[in-house]
């Protein structure tokens, strides 16, 4: 069985840093892949650019997608997301610092699995993402896997 991977795309360095020294608090040992905008994760998820040539069969169990970043926004990177059938039914949870409710409405509208702002608080952030890591990599059941698709 091979290791669940987490996409986390993010641009802040120093959230990164915090998501990987929480995701190490709680435990969570799966393979993370970071991508600094919106056009790098498409080219992730889809093989293009950069990733040309990466099995584009392998994808995340977990998609952790900030909405600010640069050249594609989260939510143009979400709308790609579920309008592509190879990638529509992966988890995708928002987790930004965005306390607008314009961005939590259409985060939900464009098929978000959930929102979660960003605590200030390092201990709240790793609690937050041990919760994360436990429902959507260990109790949370999988939608089977698209047989007619490449």
């Given at each position: 069985?091979?290791?669940?991977?987490?996409?986390?795309?993010?641009?802040?360095?120093?959230?990164?840093?915090?998501?990987?020294?929480a995701?190490?608090?709680?435990?969570?040992?799966?393979?993370?892949?970071?991508?600094?905008?919106?056009?790098?994760?498409?080219?992730?998820?889809?093989?293009?650019?950069?990733?040309?040539?990466?099995?584009?069969?392998?994808?995340?169990?977990?998609i952790?997608?900030?909405?600010?970043?640069?050249?594609?926004?989260g939510?143009?990177?979400?709308?790609?997301?579920?309008?592509?059938?190879?990638?529509?039914?992966?988890?995708?949870?928002?987790?930004?610092?965005?306390?607008?409710?314009?961005?939590?409405?259409?985060?939900?509208?464009?098929?978000?699995?959930?929102?979660?702002?960003?605590?200030?608080?390092?201990?709240?952030?790793?609690?937050?993402?041990?919760?994360?890591?436990?429902?959507?990599?260990?109790l949370?059941?999988?939608p089977?896997?698209?047989?007619?698709?490449?």
């Amino acid at each position: 069985m091979k290791a669940k991977v987490i996409l986390l795309i993010e641009d802040n360095p120093s959230d990164v840093g915090l998501t990987q020294r929480a995701l190490a608090k709680s435990h969570i040992a799966n393979k993370l892949i970071v991508v600094e905008d919106g056009q790098e994760a498409l080219d992730y998820l889809f093989g293009e650019g950069v990733y040309v040539g990466r099995d584009i069969t392998e994808l995340p169990a977990l998609i952790l997608l900030d909405l600010k970043l640069p050249k594609v926004d989260g939510l143009a990177v979400l709308r790609r997301i579920r309008a592509d059938e190879r990638t529509q039914r992966l988890p995708v949870v928002i987790l930004t610092t965005s306390r607008e409710e314009q961005d939590v409405a259409a985060s939900y509208d464009l098929g978000a699995n959930s929102y979660i702002r960003k605590p200030v608080d390092f201990n709240q952030f790793a609690q937050a993402v041990q919760h994360l890591g436990l429902y959507w990599l260990v109790l949370n059941e999988e939608p089977p896997k698209r047989s007619h698709l490449r």
